[in-house]
């Protein structure tokens, strides 16, 4: 099972940019899904999460402008960014929670991270 992100790059504030991340392998189950960034000298922050029936959780910083979906067909989860910041310039990473098919348990798992620069 791989979680793998992409749709990151450069941007001018107060652009958009719309991240993916696809989950593959052998898969029974997804719970949670989860966006959290990364920027130069500070801790990973929780941007957005979403559950598997749909209920959404967003850091204050980016409610209104953020948006998190997903496409359970297909275990992939978005996340629609407006009206970007260059204070928001960090790397972008998905989180999963995931119950493989071989496996009873659920594990948490990482995308590798996509870099989100945003130019003042």
């Known amino acids: 099972v791989q979680l793998q992100a992409y749709g990151g790059g450069l941007v001018q504030a107060g652009g958009s940019l719309r991240l993916s991340c696809a989950a593959s392998?052998?898969?029974?189950?997804?719970?949670?899904m989860d966006w959290y960034r990364q920027a130069p000298g500070k801790q990973r922050e929780l941007v957005a999460a979403?559950?598997?029936?749909?209920?959404?959780n967003y850091a204050d910083s980016v409610k209104g402008r953020f948006t998190i979906s997903r496409d359970n067909a297909k275990n992939t989860v978005y996340l629609q960014m407006n009206s970007l910041k260059p204070e928001e310039t960090a790397v972008y990473y998905c989180?999963?929670?995931?119950?493989?098919?071989?496996?009873?348990?659920?594990?948490?798992?990482w995308g590798q991270g996509t870099q989100v620069t945003v130019s003042s």
């Open positions: 979403m559950t598997s029936g749909g209920s959404t």
């Open positions: 989180n999963a929670e995931i119950i493989p098919r071989i496996s009873a348990r659920k594990y948490d798992y």
């Open positions: 392998g052998s898969i029974l189950s997804i719970d949670d």
